[in-house]
């Protein structure tokens, strides 16, 4: 069955400091992983995607992630937080046509002054 | 460019009762998918359609049920709403054949007294 578990329900760091969210995925093909991020009030945003190919992506506002078949995970990294990236951040599979999307539980970003 | 819309913004219904929620998609997209977000969770898919037939569907029951129009915009229909139904739902939109980025709307708040 497909499933995506993001096991850090809150994280806090302070501005400046380094971040890494963790995604572990189960799924029975080669998967087509996505980070979005939630703002209260706003709507889902793409930060990154990874189909195939190199396995360190690049996605917008500084963020990256890197794919690791052998650990089924897709953890996303930024160097040097700032206090705009609080938000809640969702890992998600893709079905290989895109017609079926999984959503992990999500994790809660604080970040300290 | 119009992004992807959602009415309305917030609604509230008793047990029992049905509720229509409405998305218009973000220009040019054929394809629009629905999501149920329950508080503290991340976004379950419910289903997705595709010129108008639906070509994907998750873990909901027949109760939950959609339409897309010619022009692309959809409804999700919910009858016999039960207090768990409470919930953010989520639409996104992306062109077709389904693509891997998806746009998402605001969402509906619909809260089942």
């Known amino acids: ?113 | 460019e119009t992004g992807v819309t959602q009415s309305p913004t917030h609604l509230i219904k008793t047990r029992g009762q049905q509720v229509t929620l409405r998305c218009s998609s973000q220009s040019g997209h054929n394809t629009v998918s629905w999501y149920q977000q329950a508080l503290g969770q991340g976004p379950q898919f419910i289903f997705q359609y595709y010129r108008e037939e639906e070509n994907g569907r998750g873990n909901f029951p027949p109760r939950f049920s959609g339409l897309q129009f010619p022009n692309y915009s959809s409804e999700l229909n919910v009858n016999a709403l039960e207090l768990d139904d409470s919930a953010l739902y989520l639409c996104a939109s992306s062109s077709g054949p389904p693509g891997d980025t998806q746009y998402f709307g605001p969402g509906t708040r619909l809260t089942v007294l």
């Open chain 1, 1 to 113: 069955a497909q499933s995506v578990t993001q096991p850090d329900i809150h994280i806090t760091v302070s501005e400046g400091a380094s971040l890494e969210l963790r995604c572990n995925y189960s799924y029975g093909a080669t998967p087509y992983l996505f980070w979005y991020v939630q703002s209260p009030g706003q709507g889902l945003q793409l930060l990154l995607k990874y189909f195939s190919g190199d396995t360190l992506v690049q996605g917008i506002k500084g963020f990256e992630a890197e794919f690791k078949r052998s650990q089924s995970s897709f953890n996303l990294r930024k160097p040097s937080v700032h206090w705009s990236d609080a938000a809640e951040y969702f890992c998600a599979v893709g079905a290989i046509n895109f017609n079926k999307f999984y959503f992990g539980s999500g994790t809660k970003l604080n970040v300290k002054p």
